[in-house]
């Protein structure tokens, strides 16, 4: 198979820091670092491990604070080198945790919430995170072509962080994209290639060329690469950590699309806990999808351990994995931490994207309307304890879809230029 | 007149940390420090006069190092009170200066070229800053509405800053400004009122309501704070010097709509050489228009000390100003510096965005497009100094001016999804 022959032909060369070896999720069997993503042995999904850095807790936490304002702060616990702040990349990170007052007093949190806004990474998701250490990876394994599927977010990030490192970039996308969403992955120069057929094809045909020998030198980051582009969601929970004063978050609200950025989060507190970073104290994780694309919530309503996949119809695109591949992993951490999964309806997504407008300023995406969306009825529902402290995740920027609220967010008035016709507007006074 | 007597109401009670008095840049008289922006003797536009801190520079640097990753960490230069970090605001700054060695090569530039990325702030200009320092003002004079006219990016910064601040907003556009302008402004829930005419005609009902009973209570962030407002700028010009290593650069590229942006910068360069916070030495300040709108340019082409106005036809939307307030200013300090102002078409603007976007995987606004353009043409003039540390500012981002590159930025193909089609593509090789 021509991916193991790559791997076999590069380990040995290969610096990716702390990173030891991939581990399968499933068995555990171990394999050299290598552009490897399913065990040999049993086709379990593979995962990096570490020899986590020596020496004492306050030691490391001196050394992260004295790091760069990016994610490279948290080098000593990422598969990347130990110069990897030098290099040209995206440097994504170290994005806002904003202390949201008015918000948590619109839901009646008195036990502190935050939004953590990944909307001010590079390209304005929180792919940048995962893009970089995939373009690391690449380099490690000589790659020269960065390529992904994709039907938004990864797109622009693949091809921004490409144009920085310097590499080829080939993102695939559905020939019929809308506009917009096109020009935001054309404008990096890389090759965008229009696929005719659906999300899935797309999907296939990537399959297909990482197997065959026109594939040879490319990097698909959230395929041959995956197992390193995921790791880089656990910057989320280092930041998250680090920014409430090296402490754990008593409950989290985090977005579910194939689930891996849940997971990685739980990985990332797990890892602080481990290294003395953090206090050990339990912490809950909850995980957030639209009604339209909920086969975790449905799996963690019902019991299940097994997600039935579904075919997905919502507004936030960016969540639309109808089969996640990580769902099971996700409904184990929601239930080992005392969390929950549900789901909110594309009305209740609106909404909750325009009262993270009105009350903090912030302009998420559909994924961010679907965090805050379920933050809320949690709320509500008594789940989430309004008394401790909770942070919600904000993934990407409103910016990007526009559409979902531009029939509810119009000009209160549209008048003559005088004061008269003002007056009349009953607007004048607070 | 209605705007003095609320000064007089409520100087007594002004906290703005270092600022001293307003006094006026024609004729230097000085007024209490209120929501006046012009001089009562010469009607000249009044700058904000400050105490600067005593003590070392070591102090000083140290005291600011340890600050917060925003500009805040600069408030002992700032008209705003020593404990703003702890108020809600929007918090902008402190945005990557990008070293863009792939840029350089293209150019041909070897002293070291940097961008100053403010694509990176909260809602993706440089505007959160002048408005972050408004809304300080506006909360010092007692102000409970937070107003501006505006075609684009102004609107989004006041509708975020205000949610966050707990102000009123109410910000006025022309009634047929372009649809995903409209919602980006109204999304945060502030009053959005469209006036039945062209730019200037919403500009002049401002100017009539600031004079008027139905204003009061209300700052209007570029028109009676704009003297607060203009200082946000200055962070620019701190943040790249201690992004250099307490350094001035030797050349900087700055676009121009009211020139106050560049004036200010200069303004903070002048204020770190007085504080000895960097070496004084020459550096030289160059300024970016649009051929569409370049009133400066021509003025500085010309020999001239007055700019004439122009009607404006420039796909750069946010520098299209036809008479810009501060022109004069732009010229002095271009010809003091040794420094120069030129201008584009629009052709070369898009150019200029894809340019940037392609070597550096930053996707800039037509602003920025201008900036890099001029700093093309200066470079390949013999103007700009290939061999001396340049910045470029990027103002603001791409996503909000799709329409600038979108007939040029496509799929470079379009396939079936058989590896055959991707063959005949001829993209497989590196």
């Known amino acids: 198979m021509a991916v193991q022959t790559i791997a076999e032909n590069t380990t040995s060369s290969v610096d990716l820091g702390p990173a030891a070896a991939l581990s399968c999720r499933e068995c555990g069997e171990r394999f050299e670092l290598g552009p490897l993503f399913a065990c040999a042995s049993c086709f379990g999904p593979l995962e990096v491990a570490y020899d986590l850095p020596a020496g004492s807790p306050e030691e490391l936490k001196k050394r992260i604070e004295a790091g760069p304002n990016n994610i490279w702060r948290y080098a000593p616990l990422l598969p990347v080198p130990a110069d990897v702040a030098e290099k040209p990349n995206i440097n994504p990170g170290f994005t806002k945790l904003v202390k949201a007052d008015n918000l948590a007093r619109e839901l009646g949190v008195t036990g502190g919430l935050y939004v953590k806004d990944d909307s001010g990474n590079p390209t304005h998701s929180f792919k940048d995170r995962v893009v970089a250490i995939a373009v690391e990876a690449a380099r490690a394994f000589g790659f020269t072509t960065l390529s992904c599927s994709s039907t ?132 809950k994780i909850f995980g957030a999808q639209a009604e339209g694309c909920s086969p975790v919530s449905a799996a963690f309503k019902a019991g299940h351990d097994v997600v039935r996949p579904q075919k997905p119809n919502t507004i936030a695109k960016s969540l639309a ?31 909750a994207i325009k009262l993270l407008a009105r009350t903090e300023g912030i302009f998420g995406e559909t994924a961010g309307g679907v965090t805050l969306g379920v933050t809320k009825k949690l709320i509500e529902a008594g789940v989430i304890d309004p008394t401790l402290t909770t942070v919600v995740l904000n993934t990407g920027d409103g910016l990007k879809t526009l559409d979902a609220v531009s029939a509810t967010s119009q000009a209160t008035a549209t008048i003559k230029p005088s004061l008269d016709a003002f007056r009349a507007a009953g607007l004048a006074s607070a």
Chains 1, 2 share one sequence.
């Open 152 to 283: 938004g977010n990864l797109a622009g990030a693949v091809g921004a962080a490409a144009a920085r490192a310097g590499l080829r970039s080939c993102v695939f996308i559905p020939h019929d994209l809308e506009q917009g969403k096109v020009v935001m992955a054309a404008v990096y120069g890389g090759e965008l290639v229009g696929i005719e057929g659906n999300y899935d094809d797309v999907n296939r045909f990537c399959s297909e060329l990482i197997g065959d020998p026109l594939g040879e030198g490319w990097g698909f980051v959230n395929v041959n690469l995956r197992p390193y582009y995921g790791e880089g969601s656990k910057t989320l929970a280092y930041e998250i950590c680090e920014q409430l004063g090296w402490k754990l978050p008593d409950q989290i609200v985090i977005p579910i699309a194939s689930g891996s950025q849940l997971t990685k989060i739980d990985k990332g507190f797990q890892e602080l806990i481990k290294l003395g970073l953090v206090e050990d104290r339990p912490y």
């Open 321 to 351: 994995i109808g089969n996640p591949a990580d769902g099971p992993y996700v409904l184990d951490i929601a239930r080992r931490t005392g969390g929950a999964v549900d789901d909110v309806n594309d009305e209740q997504v609106v909404d």
